[in-house]
């Protein structure tokens, strides 16, 4: 084997151990959250307004330039970064392990909100590394690899936790012990980052054009320290203005209609929540990009302009947020709806939805990554795109249709050491079908996505405008949850996922609309020179 060869092997190794290090927290501030708060018997309304934990995801950009900025010493570019993000994570999950969501829920939402913020800090340096360090030759093979990481993680975060935690078919364990081990975990992933990463590729030299150097150039550190926090202090107003102000104007506008209706007082103040959530964000967004330009936060700044300057940049965004929206919606409450609403039992969706479906979605994104070579970017989006809409009329068929409607089979007992059956747990055929169509389409979505998030990337501001890109990609995955929750109280489930299959036909539209423009993204740049 060449030595460039052995390079590539090295580089799509470590992108996929760094996906495991990326999945890991997510389902901890998600799914398995959703599941530890239903045992704890907390109402899905409130689970739906938990999912807000994940806000830091959709607003990473604000601090994202300090990474470009800054690095941290000893360690080289990026890795430093990614050290401490993921020793902060093993803190912080052990924190929250300590924690009762019955006996405190402020605390704990606290904590997971700590937990998500470490976490979003942690993808965006894994993000900017994995693109300053991936050819173009290699980045639809790289997205697949990444996906497949983060859905082992998730394996084990999400899927065996599960089972862990079913008192009857595992191993009896408490959510506390799962959330130790995966502290536990991010401690070995810390490790695997200071050792065993490969080295990154210089940065372009700057423009020369007249004005563009000006622009791109690095500020002064003091100059981007003093904008970051200017941006804390509006984003800190906000938040206060909001809670002062926003719930008593949202009851002013929707109140008296909400009373007209037939829906029960609590449901009624859900709404009346929702409505002043989005209303608080409305003041605090544009807040924070004022108080960005007065302080003259360069970093963010530059690179948002360097990104803006891309042809279409401004509906890539709205793409962006619109391509994973429908499974956003379709995924928000899948582990209530599978618990709760379905009544399968803990040890059955961990084996069907959090490891075979997981296993399906790595075999989907290295299929999509395999079809990309062919497809090029444009076309595999819209083909994959379909197949996740096509695949939530799934989850409307198996909430019509309830348990039995297909032959399942019978996994035996089995004990691994690490996880187990106790006894042999039935598996309904109807709920396997329906996972598996879903986790093999979104992960032959999730590659081609990410890959076209790394298309639109200029290696100078990787960390800013990567995680503006993926920030926006986060808004359906987060900023659904509320809504959601509320939503699937009032209409029930049917007609909850046949919205989630039409919220996705906008982006095929718009794909549609801008292919030329995807298209052009497929065009490959030069080779770059290690630099680490």
Not at 92 to 103: E, I, N
């Amino acid at each position: 084997m060449s030595i460039s060869s052995l390079a590539a092997l090295h580089r799509l190794l470590a992108v996929t151990l760094l996906g495991f290090a990326s999945g890991l927290p997510l389902a901890l501030t998600g799914q398995a959250m959703q599941a530890w708060l239903t045992a704890d018997g907390i109402d899905l309304a409130t689970i739906g307004f938990l999912s807000l934990v994940g806000l830091p995801y959709t607003f990473k950009f604000l601090w994202a330039p300090l990474m470009d900025r800054f690095d941290l010493p000893g360690l080289g570019r990026r890795r430093g970064w990614l050290v401490l993000t993921q020793l902060a994570l093993a803190g912080a999950l052990l924190a929250l392990s300590l924690t009762s969501p019955k006996d405190g829920i402020r605390l704990f939402a606290l904590l997971a909100v700590t937990v998500a913020f470490v976490s979003a800090s942690q993808d965006v340096v894994i993000d900017a590394w994995r693109t300053d360090v991936l050819p173009p030759a290699e980045r639809g093979l790289g997205a697949s690899l990444n996906v497949m990481g983060y859905r082992l993680a998730m394996i084990v975060s999400g899927g065996l936790a599960l089972i862990w935690t079913d008192a009857a078919q595992g191993g009896g364990w408490d959510w506390p012990a799962v959330y130790r081990l995966m502290a536990l975990l991010m401690v070995g992933a810390a490790v695997v980052s200071a050792l065993l990463l490969p080295p990154l590729p210089k940065l372009p030299p700057a423009p020369t054009e007249p004005g563009a150097a000006a622009a791109a150039a690095p500020p002064a550190a003091r100059q981007d320290l003093l904008g970051f926090a200017a941006v804390l202090a509006a984003v800190a107003l906000g938040v206060v203005v909001s809670d002062h102000f926003a719930k008593p104007l949202a009851q002013a506008l929707i109140g008296g209609w909400l009373k007209t209706t037939a829906l029960p007082a609590a449901l009624q103040g859900r709404w009346v929540d929702l409505l002043a959530l989005l209303l608080g964000i409305a003041f605090t967004l544009p807040l924070a990009a004022w108080a960005a330009r007065r302080a003259r936060f360069v970093t963010l700044l530059a690179g948002l302009r360097n990104y803006f300057s891309l042809p279409g940049a401004a509906a890539f965004l709205l793409f962006i947020v619109l391509y994973k929206l429908g499974d956003a919606f379709a995924g928000s409450l899948m582990t209530p709806f599978l618990l709760k609403g379905m009544a399968f039992a803990p040890a059955e969706v961990g084996v069907v939805n959090k490891v075979i479906g997981l296993w399906l979605t790595i075999g989907g994104a290295l299929l999509g990554g395999v079809l990309m070579i062919k497809l090029g970017l444009w076309r595999a989006l819209l083909a994959f795109g379909v197949l996740q809409m096509a695949s939530n009329l799934g989850f409307w068929w198996l909430a019509v249709g309830g348990k039995g409607a297909l032959p399942g089979l019978l996994i035996p007992a089995f004990d691994w050491g690490f996880v187990k059956l106790a006894t042999a747990t039935p598996v309904d055929g109807g709920l396997l079908m329906v996972i598996a169509f879903e986790n093999i389409s979104g992960g032959m979505g999730t590659a081609a996505f990410v890959a076209f998030l790394m298309s639109l990337c200029n290696q100078r501001f990787t960390a800013t405008q990567f995680a503006l890109l993926s920030a926006f990609a986060s808004v359906g995955r987060v900023w659904v949850g509320p809504l959601a929750g509320v939503l699937a109280e009032t209409i029930g489930w049917p007609v909850f996922f046949i919205t989630s299959t039409v919220a996705a036909l906008p982006a095929l539209v718009m794909l549609w609309w801008m292919r030329a423009t995807v298209r052009a993204l497929e065009v490959p740049a030069g080779p770059a020179v290690a630099d680490d």
